[in-house]
């Protein structure tokens, strides 16, 4: 919505810095995503390598007891 209000043409430059501001904050966002995938992904293997009666690594992080899910995941 704020590109469209500088559609006269005149605007270039401050277009470009909404466009590169934009792009900065997809690309963090991103990079948060592929750091959540990754810690979601080794919990999932430690999931399918446990078997018996030990505790559920996926639920252990959500209680805040898996070291890996402290920094990545919200």
Known sequence: AELLR??????????????EHKLKDVREKM?????????LSEL?????????NVS???IASLQG???LAG????
């Open 31 to 39: 990079a948060d995503l592929a750091r959540m995938e990754a810690v």
């Open 6 to 19: 500088l559609e006269d043409g005149t605007h270039c430059e401050e277009a470009s810095s909404l466009a």
């Open 56 to 58: 559920c690594p996926l």
């Open 71 to 74: 920094s990545a995941m919200p």
């Open 44 to 52: 999932v293997c430690a999931c399918h390598a446990r078997r018996g």
């Open 65 to 67: 007891g898996a070291s």
